[in-house]
């Protein structure tokens, strides 16, 4: 697939300038999509499984725990790790994402903020 030069230009230039690109709110976790196959087998809801939850990040400071499944961001339902990107893209860095989650079989609404996650060294 191609890349327009006019996206992908700015984009080497953070690199190469940066080593990152800068500017992306990140919610401060990594997921793992939980499909109805593995809904079932499992006995999670579909959503996004929250892997782990960076130090430091916007979830740690809201809660956001291993194990809780992501079901819905700022209202609207996500039953993938796409779905939850485009909805958090759609937002800058410090403003606030509402989650809902099932953490042990209860719904529950987190409020995180989002930061900007920089590569460690």
Do not use: C, W
């Not at 953070?14 to 499992?42: A, C, W």
């Not at 809201?62 to 790790?81: F, P, R, Y």
């Amino acid at each position: 697939f191609a890349i327009p030069v006019d996206v992908a230009t700015p984009v080497i230039e953070e690199l190469i300038k940066n080593g990152y690109v800068t500017g992306r709110p990140q919610i401060g976790i990594s997921i793992r999509d939980i499909t109805e196959t593995m809904s079932k087998y499992y006995n999670l809801p579909v959503g996004v499984y929250v892997l782990s939850v960076s130090p430091g990040s916007g979830a740690e400071k809201a809660n956001l725990q291993t194990g809780d499944v992501i079901i819905k961001a700022d209202d609207k339902t996500v039953a993938t790790s796409d779905e939850l990107n485009d909805i958090k893209d759609t937002h800058k860095i410090g403003d606030t994402l509402k989650l809902t989650i099932v953490r042990d079989g209860e719904t529950m609404d987190i409020n995180v903020v989002l930061g900007e996650e920089k590569p460690s060294n």
